[in-house]
């Protein structure tokens, strides 16, 4: 089936610090990716919707500015966590839109392992 | 506003045991319902999933049915084991593949 990666896994960092997470449909091209953001023992939350070539858009009350999304390609998402701060830690979690295949085929979601970020 | 509202977990279960995780979901319109299977370390799979009301979704022995008079998606399983130990969200479709999830149900299966 279809696979969806994230890069990194895990990543620590300063306050302060910008970090960028990967996200990228290995099999397939992918028009949309969605970011999704999840605390612990609670759901996932849609953070922005990211359209290849062109701007992302955002879920009310995430920031754009804090949480850059870029689309470069049809097979990569960028989540770049600027500045961060304690309250950023969070696991990041990415998903694909897939193309239909076969002949009643449907349009499916795929999701990354997920990226865990601790800021520190 | 669309939402997804689920059992809280976690839940504990012997092998070979009865299975069902409650949700309930609150929409407009009529959007597609799914459950998400999370094992430890990986990410969310699709386990099954219903386009609307009265289909029946079913995958590796798990099942739900889409119940729109009662806006209910329950999963139920007749003999789980160990390998289905993981965290299940229950989650709504909404316009424009925008997914609405559960707060999600931690399952443990004993030997």
């Known amino acids: 089936g279809a696979v969806v990666s994230q890069h990194p896994s895990r990543v620590i960092c300063k306050s302060g610090t910008s970090v960028k997470i990967e996200c990228r449909s290995l099999d397939f091209q992918a028009t949309t990716m969605f970011w999704y953001r999840q605390f612990p023992k609670q759901s996932l939350m849609l953070m922005a919707t990211?359209?290849?070539?062109?701007?992302?858009?955002?879920e009310q009350g995430v920031e754009k500015d804090k949480f850059l999304i870029n689309h470069a390609s049809l097979t990569l998402s960028t989540l770049t966590v600027t500045s961060a701060h304690p309250e950023d830690s969070s696991f990041y979690i990415c998903s694909a839109r897939a193309p239909a295949s076969g002949l009643a085929g449907q349009e499916t979601q795929y999701f990354g392992p997920g990226t865990r970020l601790l800021v520190l | 506003g669309n939402s997804v509202t689920q059992m809280e977990g976690p839940v504990t279960l012997s092998e070979e045991a009865f299975l069902t995780i409650n949700c309930t979901y609150t929409a407009t319109g009529y959007p597609s319902l799914f459950w998400y299977v999370q094992y430890p370390g990986e990410g969310l799979q699709l386990l099954l999933k219903a386009t609307k009301a009265d289909d029946k979704g079913s995958n590796k022995g798990f099942e739900a049915t889409y119940r729109k008079e009662t806006t209910s998606f329950h999963l139920e399983k007749g003999s789980v084991q160990v390998s289905d130990s993981a965290v299940y969200f229950c989650a709504l479709g909404s316009g424009g593949f925008k997914t609405i999830f559960g707060a999600g149900t931690r399952l443990f299966v004993k030997a």
């Open positions: 990211s359209n290849e070539g062109s701007k992302a858009t955002y």
